[in-house]
């Protein structure tokens, strides 16, 4: 018997996902990145038990904020370098792209990264922005669309 | 030489005599039993006060389930059993994968679709404010596409 499966279009294909969408993605990659952080912190800790080293470097409140960002930065830009969305936007049915489509680049990706985890306030613009648009998207001319399936957009 | 039946049985000096008698006998008894009503006799037996007086328990408790037990060679029954036929006949493969894959598909379905109304709602909201065109469009029937995997 071959196995058929549906793969369902959203209603809205192509359309600009705007700030709750965006913002679950969002919830859902912090807890990725959190999760990330805490392997890292216990690897780290099981290593310095081994080595019988001192565990008390600790970076204090203010380093564990630095790091934890940019350990946000590195995942985002990673994401949306590799496949055009993160994990929380793959859950939620979203994805990167330029605005015309095609896939997002090297340096868009990079800079998108920098700007959605140090400047994250600026996501609020998508509250009125006609095109659901954040801050870095009018920058960069990028676009999050609503994009339930699978295919890779349009090369770049 | 003494003389014989056909089944073999030697007549010795009373043997006539003792056929004749026998003969006697067996009319005698086949009569007695017609005559019985051995219906009737049945319907006579209190079965329930018979029962009464049997005591299972101890019955039960005289048998050896455990020695009972090892004469059954469970494994040879269970080696005799097709479980490959049984799972497909029943077809749990099938139901298992279809059933976990609704739950899922389902699910992250519909955290996608509310959290996509909540766009438009709040879209919609935004731009009535703001006084100008909703940025969303009236919703076009979903379309599906069958792909065979």
Redesign the interface.
């Known amino acids: ?13 192509g ?7 965006r913002g ?1 993605a969002a919830l859902v990659d912090f807890g990725v990145v959190w999760l990330i952080s805490a392997a890292i912190s216990l690897s780290v800790d099981l290593v310095q038990s081994v080595l019988g080293t001192d565990a008390s470097n600790d970076l204090g409140a203010l380093g564990a904020v630095l790091a934890g960002a940019a350990l946000l930065f590195t995942y985002l830009s990673l994401c949306w370098i590799v496949g055009g969305r993160t994990l929380g936007q793959l ?3 979203l994805r990167v792209r330029r605005v015309g489509g095609s896939r997002i680049g090297f340096f868009q990706a990079v800079a998108r990264g920098w700007m959605a985890t140090y400047l994250l306030a600026l996501l609020l613009w998508s ?2 922005s ?3 648009a954040a801050v870095w998207d009018v920058v960069l001319r990028t676009e999050v669309v ?1 994009d ?1 399936t699978k295919a890779e957009p349009h090369p770049k | 030489m003494a003389d014989t039946r056909s089944a073999g049985r030697p007549i010795g000096p009373f043997g006539a005599g003792r056929a004749v008698a026998e003969n006697v006998v067996h009319q005698i008894v086949n009569g007695v039993v017609r005559e019985l009503d051995i219906d009737g006799i049945v319907a006579q037996v209190d079965v329930d006060a018979l029962l009464e007086r049997i005591d299972i328990d101890a019955i039960v408790a005289q048998v050896d389930i455990d020695a009972l037990l090892e004469r059954v060679d469970v494994d040879a029954i269970v080696g005799r059993i097709d479980l490959q036929a049984l799972v497909a006949d029943l077809g749990i493969e099938d139901i298992v994968r279809q059933s976990t894959g609704v739950l899922a598909s389902d699910s992250v379905k519909l955290v996608r679709v509310r959290t996509m109304n909540g766009d438009v709602l709040l879209g919609r909201f935004v731009d009535r404010l703001l006084r100008r065109p909703p940025r969303y469009p009236e919703l076009v029937p979903m379309a599906v596409t069958e792909t065979v995997a």
Not at chain 1, 2 to 13: D, G, N
């Open positions: 018997m071959s196995a058929v499966a549906l793969q369902e279009i959203s209603p809205r294909h359309q600009p996902a705007g700030i709750v969408s679950a859950l939620l049915g509250v009125v006609r095109r659901s609503y339930w």
